[in-house]
């Protein structure tokens, strides 16, 4: 199958052909010709799947044909950027190209004011920061023709339901609706049928052949030594570049100091950094220049690192959710990965939680020189890895949790 067989313009066939996509992937397959169609799409993609370009191709052709202006809602800045990105570079093959921006939190309002003056096309935003803009009168809701919400879950999760029922009211009532989600809690679902009308239903993350090719390894260490046993594993993956997650901004930023000092170039990426200061430190990890970026949850869902092999585990996720978006990072595109959690003291009975949400084992590992001398506590913490004493969103996590008997969800804007 060719993107030319799914209906694009041959210039956005080429568009494709530019990035590297050699051919369409099964969410791409199956969403494009819906989109191109009008339909309003319900789809359940994993990371990875080739979602961006399942909606951003055919919507720049229906921009091009019937001048359908695009509004695209997303939990984060990181995914904010990187899906107008993707728009921009597909649309560099066309002879006309369209207005595309990005809007967030954590930059100046009123420089993106000015830069939404006039005709916007395409609008991919943050929902706080696209209310702030709507109340500046510097964006008009009623103009877009199309919504995309993309990582619907993590939207709602990071407490964007009120927000997102404020811009839907603003929105046409007649408007094509397309929403994506790598899983479908109960508040998902009832998002969707309240957004979508009639919609095509696709589920593309279950199917064996677009599963990610990682392997998964679980190491039992003492806490105490689990950044001594980390420079080890840095040390063992020769020059390979590293993804590693810490529970919280004081942990990134205390272990990418221990890192550097140890001889592993390292940087801290939180939500706490300014704007600048997470693009450089993401550009620098993109192009090499740093070994390991030591990342809190932010890092978990929509940052696409081309070919990067290590994740890895310090501290371990909240959620089977979040476990599953953290390993994601690693074997994109078709390539290969590792993920390894760090099992340290107390820890084992969270991590066989996330086993049983997930259906799955990870065999344990002992690394010689590092074998564990405490006991592992029996007994889940059930405040997560921050401490036994329970926030109030790890609360209102684990009430969902219950009453859905399924997933938990992350973190962040």
């Known amino acids: 199958m060719s993107f030319l067989s799914l209906g694009l313009a041959p210039e ?30 319900r789809a359940c993609a994993q990371t990875g799947s080739g979602k961006t370009g399942a909606f951003a191709l055919p919507l720049l052709q ?72 709507i109340g500046k009168n510097a964006v008009r809701a009623a103009t877009f023709s199309t919504l995309v919400l993309d990582e619907a879950d993590r939207l709602l999760d990071l407490g964007f339901s009120a927000e997102l029922a404020a811009i839907l009211d603003l929105l046409p009532a007649h408007r094509q609706s397309l929403l994506f989600s790598a899983t479908f809690p109960p508040a998902v679902n009832l998002l969707a049928q309240g957004l979508l009308r009639e919609p095509a239903c696709i589920e593309i993350a279950s199917a064996p052949e677009t599963r990610p ?33 810490a529970a919280s901004k004081q942990g990134c930023e205390q272990l990418a ?39 809190t949850d932010l890092a978990g869902r929509g940052i696409d690192i081309d070919g990067l092999p290590l994740v890895v585990n310090y501290d371990l996720p909240r959620s089977p ?33 996330i086993e049983n949400r997930l259906s799955m084992r990870v065999p344990r590992e002992q690394i010689a020189g590092f074998e564990p001398v405490a006991v592992p506590l029996a007994v889940a913490n059930t405040g997560g890895v921050k401490g036994a004493r329970m926030s109030k969103k790890d609360k209102l996590r ?8 399924s997933d938990d969800p992350g973190n962040g804007q």
């Not at 990682?214 to 001594?228: K, L, M, W």
């Not at 684990?398 to 008997?405: I, L, R, T």
Request: hydrophobic share 50%; with cysteine.
């Open 12 to 41: 956005l066939a080429t568009a494709a052909s530019l990035q590297a996509w050699l051919a369409p992937t099964p969410i791409q397959s199956a969403v494009v010709p819906l989109v191109l169609r009008g339909a309003d799409v």
């Open 62 to 133: 229906r921009w091009q044909e019937q001048g359908e202006r695009v509004l695209v809602l997303v939990p984060t800045r990181e995914l904010a950027m990187q899906v107008a990105d993707t728009f921009v570079q597909l649309a560099s093959a066309l002879s006309r190209k369209p207005k595309v921006r990005a809007v967030y939190g954590g930059a100046s309002v009123n420089a993106q004011m000015q830069d939404l003056r006039g005709v916007v096309d395409v609008l991919v935003a943050t929902p706080g920061r696209l209310l702030d803009l």
């Open 213 to 245: 090719q990682i392997r998964q390894r679980a190491i039992n260490v003492d806490t105490a030594r689990r950044t001594a046993l980390l420079l080890q594993l840095l040390a063992d993956a020769g020059d390979a570049r590293a993804l590693v997650f």
């Open 257 to 295: 100091r221990e890192l550097s000092a140890a001889g592993a170039p390292a940087a801290p990426f939180h939500g706490e950094l300014s704007q600048g200061r997470r693009n450089q430190v993401l550009d620098g990890f993109k192009a090499g220049k740093l070994r390991v970026l030591v990342a």
């Open 321 to 353: 959710v979040d476990y599953t978006h953290r390993i994601g990072r690693t074997a994109r595109a078709g390539l290969s990965g590792t993920a390894i959690s760090l099992i340290g003291t107390g820890c084992e009975a969270h991590f066989r939680l």
């Open 398 to 405: 684990a009430a969902a949790a219950a009453a859905a008997e």
